[in-house]
């Protein structure tokens, strides 16, 4: 397949590769590093597999700076699990977790810990269909937090922190699915970061988790094994047969990142790449309709609305004779969305940019 064969792809996750990346993988998929197989059909406690491993807990860490007692781990089960992990393992049946409802995601992931132990909403943006992250003065704590949860990019909404608070001596877990490694970022803030590799990372099938082991002090053991974070660190990640082929897109995404000027380059170009796309929407009248207030605007989810739906299909069947795909809202939006994740290119985003314009000018 050429080059000019590859569409403009605005999936929100599963979502874009980067192309090197996949020609990468498309050379060393027979025979990995001369061992005559596929990276696929190799043990997991093989040294090359190893490496892969601790390679890649080794480059999220120096892209991330993340500090050096901290882990990196590679789990299953999606974001959505972690919804689960993070409550069993540090809310008990009588404490109190805190979370900051900014989209659909962080509701579900309240809604597990509900099952768990009490949730206390420490702010919501609910109220206004979630189009805006809450300001500080908003956010109110219960006495004696097990932890206080947030979502840094909404995926479905459109919306993104883009400074985190500073929460004192509180145990903050931040759900960095739709961002990771967009931008750079204080983990220091964080005590556990989770985040499904789906969107910025490689495939859907490893969920990477970023935590302090200290936390582990007070993890619950009486849960399942595979759902304590303290086997999983204890064993570097390998306790079961963890999806190797998925840690390795992420080994090859992660040095792509890293030849790219890592995450300030990043964040300049995703800074880049959304301006293109606000600014037709922002010069537009009304005829976009921006859903994210413009101070909590997200670089990874641009969400809008158009006069009436008919316009919108047929914003979406003229955008895909462009080669331009995945740009429909998710259902609890309506409109239009285009993820303009990290492998994204400046060019897909000129294109519906510009075609934005000429729309609007044919049928506004
Ligand atoms: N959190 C966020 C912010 C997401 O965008 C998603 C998926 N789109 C999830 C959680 C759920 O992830 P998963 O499908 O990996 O369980």
Not at 117 to 144: M, N, Y
Not at 309 to 335: C, D, N, P, Q, Y
Request: charged share 20%; with cysteine.
């Amino acid at each position: 397949m050429s080059m000019s064969e590859r569409i403009f792809n605005f999936n929100a996750g599963p979502s874009a590769l980067p192309l090197e990346v996949l020609e990468t993988a498309q050379a060393e998929l027979l025979n990995f590093q001369g061992t005559g197989m596929s990276i696929m059909e190799m043990s997991h406690r093989s040294k090359e597999y190893e490496a892969v491993n601790s390679e890649t807990e080794a480059l999220t860490k120096e892209l991330l700076g993340i500090p050096d007692h901290y882990r990196v781990l590679f789990l299953q089960g999606g974001a959505s699990t972690q919804f689960a992990m993070v409550p069993l393992n540090f809310l008990s049946a009588g404490a109190t977790a805190d979370y900051i409802l900014t989209g659909g995601w962080s509701e579900k992931a309240a809604e597990e810990a509900g099952k768990v132990g009490q949730v206390h909403v420490a702010a919501s943006s609910k109220g206004t269909k979630f189009d805006r992250i809450p300001t500080l003065d908003e956010i109110v704590l219960s006495e004696a937090p097990a932890y206080v949860h947030l979502t840094s990019n909404n995926t479905l909404y459109g919306t993104a922190w883009h400074d985190f608070p500073d929460f004192g001596d509180q145990t903050v877990v931040a759900d960095m699915s739709s961002d990771i490694m967009s931008r750079p970022v204080d983990v220091n803030k964080f005590s556990l970061i989770y985040a499904g590799a789906q969107k910025n990372l490689g495939p859907a099938g490893v969920t990477i988790v970023i935590m302090d082991p200290a936390l582990l002090e007070r993890a619950n053991k009486n849960i399942p094994t595979m759902l304590q974070y303290g086997i999983h660190h204890k064993n570097d990640s390998l306790y079961n047969t963890p999806p190797v082929f998925v840690v390795y897109m992420v080994n090859l995404v992660l040095k792509w990142l890293k030849k790219n000027g890592g995450l300030t380059q990043m964040a300049a170009h995703n800074q880049a790449k959304a301006a293109l796309i606000y600014e037709a929407i922002d010069q537009s009248q009304g005829f976009y309709k921006g859903h994210a207030k413009p101070e909590s605007r997200s670089l990874m989810n641009i969400t809008f609305t158009m006069p009436n739906e008919e316009l919108e299909t047929k914003f979406i069947s003229e955008a895909k004779k462009l080669k331009m795909i995945g740009l429909k809202g998710h259902r609890s939006v309506g409109g239009m969305r285009a993820s303009t994740y990290n492998a994204v290119p400046m060019e897909a985003c000129k294109t519906l940019a510009e075609f934005m314009k000429e729309f609007q000018r044919k049928n506004g």
